[in-house]
DNA sequence: GAACGATGTCGAACCGGTTCGACAAGGGCC
DNA sequence: GGCCCTTGTCGAACCGGTTCGACATCGTTC
């Protein structure tokens, strides 16, 4: 079933069914109303193909997201769930292109043979060449994070740095002196990973301006790891009584690290972080965190992007979201120094 | 640029370069290697809608999961994962399509405008409106799940009837007398999801088959309701040893109530479940569980659903998958009963 | 009452591929 | 030498929409 028979059974022509269905043109509103009626009648609807192929636009974008070979964490869920609704609210579908590397077999498939009218990217390193690729050939794209040079290009994204700087300020207000900071795997922080790097430097600039004690980790995006990780720190450093994490993933780990070594939190270990609201609060006690916003970045993104494909000539446009702290139940004033080591520098 | 340009620039007709491409006709080599070479000087690439079009084939795969207003667990989050990347190995691209109810927009979407060759269905309920109208309608598809009637469709599945039995089972011989069922939000349970039902009917059946005492409640898929649903339980029934749940996103608000409640897993309360490993690891002690082997299904749903696509006229396959229980470490046999109550059966 | 603009409809061209039938050239066979 | 089959290539039709130019009709306007 396609225009053609519409048409025929209406007694007009493709064309004037086309026109009936776009309002391109004026149409009478009898004949209007005859179309309509064969169109109940049969459950037409024009094919998606065809359509994209004659006008150029194929009402799809892709969400280009890291390989499963990663660990997927809560807030790439998030993403991915509100990217698909805000999109769906614009009339667009979301194609998912699973792809870490440039020029990889799926980015070119996605831009190359023209499967989408413009792409999302998640994962977004300093230095990006899927990024620097898509900004040359002008390809309408929005990232969710910011490359080292984000002036001219179109992203949303959160001020890490200014974030784990939040945290640390707030671990300095209740008094902890000996703090360490928990990153993405190394493998992240190698490759340019944005987050990894601006909040390790928000860590460390904040840190060094109130004359902290601080020890800095990769860790795995597992529970395992989290608890492997928090090993080494109080291995490291007994005298430790706070972390700062921007691993969401290995939370329960670190969690379940402190609880072996017979650390409670608050009381004798405070925990913050940069953390999903929702992930924050599964578990105990629960994470005081600056929540990421991730839904909310989806739908900004996608909102980005419609506009961009609207108005192709609009200059770029950017938006930086730096939520505040929530204060929940995982930190707390520091209480006796820490039972191996007496430590000059905690009571001053 | 386009296949005629290729052709020109080559000196051939447009159905030679095509031919060269596809290989469904013998091209020399010297006029192959000719095409090949303007092809890569250009970096052309067909366009995809054009190729659908000819071919009536998109080479995308549709994946239909609950609308953004759910929470999404974890489990959702690797089936996508793995649908994706397995998709991608047979050359698919992944459309997301978030829908719940039967033709409503963005399915119609999907299957009326021919937008993919073929669907994958997540969250099915035992009477689902939108998997009785893809097989009346013959459409290509797979389900996670199955429905009440599933043996002439195509799915893959957990065994939940006989998980959730297993649980029990387990509890049984570790001697819980009096154990508490937590499932999914209620809204789902009557909506009719799939899982929900059947794991609530394996629960049921297996307690009955060992004399248990038990009471079974909904819980929003979240770590506040969890909470909350342990207190309930606690309330009904303070001699409740152990619970078993399907709901993996209040599994950090059921550990949560039981701490608050004094109760130590597993010293004083055995807890375990249906759960995606990566996230029985997260909590402390870890959960003991069935894991559900999310991108596993994810797999097997794409190896089907393209099987299917590749011969359309083979008769439907199904898969059930039936994990064993991981022992972890939040079970262990009942100790002394719970303080409230002496119950006699529970040294029966 | 002729010129004009707006309205409504149609046919044809086009988007960029695939595929079918035709045909020429070359080789093998009797 | 004629016949047939295979190989290699081409032109044309087709997939199902959109869009442009043309044209007929009708109501205004001077």
């Given at each position: 079933m396609n225009i053609g028979e519409i048409a025929q059974r209406a007694g007009v022509s493709r064309s004037t069914v086309s026109y009936a269905l776009?309002?391109?043109?004026?149409?009478?509103?009898?004949?209007?109303?005859?179309?309509?009626?064969?169109?109940?009648?049969?459950?037409?609807?024009?094919?998606?193909?065809?359509?994209?192929?004659?006008?150029?636009?194929?009402s799809t974008i892709g969400l280009v997201f890291p390989p499963a070979g990663d660990h997927y964490t809560g807030m790439q869920l998030d993403f991915i769930g509100s990217v698909v609704e805000a999109a769906a609210a614009y009339d667009y579908d979301v194609l998912l292109s699973p792809s870490g590397v440039d020029s990889d077999r799926s980015f070119q498939r996605l831009l190359g043979e023209r499967r989408v009218d413009?792409?999302?990217?998640?994962?977004?390193?300093?230095?990006?060449?899927?990024?620097e690729h898509l900004l040359a050939e002008g390809f309408p794209s929005v990232c969710i994070g910011r490359t080292a040079q984000p002036e001219n290009d179109w992203w949303v994204g959160l001020d890490h740095t200014a974030l784990t700087a939040a945290c640390v300020h707030h671990l300095a207000d209740l008094g902890h002196r000996r703090i360490a900071f928990v990153n993405r795997p190394e493998r992240?922080?190698?490759?340019?990973?944005?987050?990894?790097?601006?909040?390790l430097d928000g860590f460390t600039k904040a840190a060094a301006e109130r004359g902290l004690t601080v020890r800095t980790y990769t860790c795995g995006d597992d529970a395992p790891s989290g608890q492997a990780c928090?090993?080494?720190?109080?291995?490291?450093?007994?005298?430790?009584?706070?972390?700062?994490?921007?691993?969401?993933?290995?939370?329960?780990?670190?969690?379940?690290?402190?609880?072996?070594a017979g650390r409670h939190v608050p009381r004798d270990f405070s925990v913050t972080g940069v953390v999903a609201a929702r992930w924050a609060e599964t578990v105990t006690p629960q994470l005081t965190a600056a929540d990421v916003p991730?839904?909310?970045?989806?739908?900004?993104a996608v909102e980005l992007l419609v506009e961009r494909l609207d108005q192709p000539q609009t200059p770029p446009r950017h938006q930086l979201l730096t939520p505040p702290i929530s204060l929940r139940a995982s930190t707390g004033p520091v209480g006796t120094p820490a039972p191996m080591v007496a430590d000059p520098d905690l009571n001053a």
């Open positions: 776009s309002g391109k043109r004026p149409v009478s509103e009898e004949t209007r109303e005859k179309i309509q009626r064969v169109i109940d009648d049969l459950g037409y609807r024009p094919n998606a193909s065809a359509r994209a192929l004659a006008n150029g636009r194929t413009g792409a999302i990217l998640m994962e977004i390193r300093l230095q990006d060449d899927r990024v992240l922080l190698r490759a340019g990973y944005e987050s990894a790097h601006r909040g928090l090993e080494r720190i109080l291995h490291d450093d007994p005298a430790t009584t706070a972390l700062v994490t921007l691993n969401e993933a290995a939370l329960g780990g670190l969690y379940r690290g402190l609880a072996h991730a839904a909310e970045l989806g739908r900004l």
